[in-house]
């Protein structure tokens, strides 16, 4: 079902609870589909440390780079 933005704004209820059980709702604008109307879906745990042993920081991460100095700010006197 497509239904315009006035018409979703009237009824939002209604499309939310036709959503909930199985419909399918795209919300237009000028009768051009925008968006669809869909049901929650959780999304699962985060798993960190997918990484963990796989990656080492350089040991010179944190020091200034003098050519990147340069491109940002010009070159030195």
């Known amino acids: 079902m497509i239904v315009n933005v006035s018409d979703a704004k009237a009824n939002l209820s ?3 609870d036709m959503v909930y059980h199985g419909e399918e709702v795209i919300i237009a604008k000028n009768n051009l589909p925008l968006v669809d109307l869909v049901v929650h879906k959780p999304k699962g745990k985060r ?3 997918l990484l963990a042993g796989q990656f080492q920081v350089p040991k010179d ?3 200034e780079d003098k050519e990147i100095n340069e491109m940002f700010y010009g ?3």
């Open 14 to 16: 209604k499309l939310i």
């Open 47 to 49: 798993k960190l440390g």
């Open 61 to 63: 991460f944190l020091e």
């Open 75 to 77: 070159e030195s006197p």
